[in-house]
């Protein structure tokens, strides 16, 4: 059998699926996901969801490509198809972070703590972040995945408490002892620094202007934790 390789933010939420788990992938566009688990026998079953027709043509070619049964394709708007027994673990990748939250928003019943919740924001991380911490929702654990040279955050999340700094929604709930997380809060503070340029070029926006400049004070604290963390004797 030819290989059926996953790209590296794929293959990190492929090991964070619990075996035998029931899936839900939403936005699941060639369904790559469900059918790597389904073709390795990780899952007993998968739903593979996405909006467009044009998506999940590609989907259910995916699963003919390898030969694969056991996955259930279906069109509709987020997680509106899937109901709460059939899955207990939900995916939901490739899309903006404000994107992911507002699927999870129409489905309240992912906090009822029965559920695990896979993310993988392309952007907009802090949104979801905080959506979660504001909806019952706990970040268990967080990883960064390089991915054609761009960092992902990839999360896993579940029904819970959380209390989140400025400098956590923005440089990570549990990205502490990750080996990126100096990259990535770097990345976050040069981008949060050309945002402040162009608003004092402008000459205008100074209340937004000074939003951004204590988001850039936390993730250099942030920034701070993390050498603490990872120098040489921790």
Request: net charge neutral; glycine share 12%.
């Amino acid at each position: 059998m030819r290989e059926f390789a996953l790209t590296p933010r794929l293959r990190q939420l492929a090991d964070w699926v619990p075996p035998g788990a029931r899936i839900a992938d939403v936005g699941t566009d060639h369904a790559y996901l469900p059918v790597w688990l389904r073709l390795h026998g990780r899952v007993v079953s998968a739903i593979a969801c996405d909006l467009r027709e044009g998506p999940l043509a590609r989907a259910r070619e995916t699963g003919r490509t390898w030969g694969v049964d056991g996955v259930d394709y279906r069109l509709g708007n987020g997680l509106t198809v899937v109901s709460p027994e059939e899955a207990d673990t939900v995916v939901i990748a490739g899309m903006g972070g404000e994107n992911i939250a507002a699927i999870l928003a129409r489905a309240p019943w992912i906090a009822g703590g029965k559920h695990t919740l896979l993310l993988q924001p392309q952007s907009r991380a802090e949104t979801l972040r905080a959506f979660l911490a504001e909806n019952g929702c706990v970040i268990r654990r967080e990883a960064l995945v390089e991915d054609r040279g761009v960092l992902y955050p990839v999360m896993e999340a579940g029904a819970g408490e959380m209390n989140l700094s400025l400098g956590q929604i923005y440089g990570g709930a549990a990205l502490l002892h990750d080996p990126l997380g100096d990259r990535y809060i770097i990345q976050k503070i040069i981008r949060l620094q050309t945002a402040v340029a162009g608003i004092n070029r402008s000459g205008g926006g100074q209340e937004k202007a000074d939003g951004l400049r204590d988001i850039i004070t936390a993730l250099l604290s942030m920034r701070e934790e993390w050498r603490r963390a990872n120098s040489q004797g921790n």
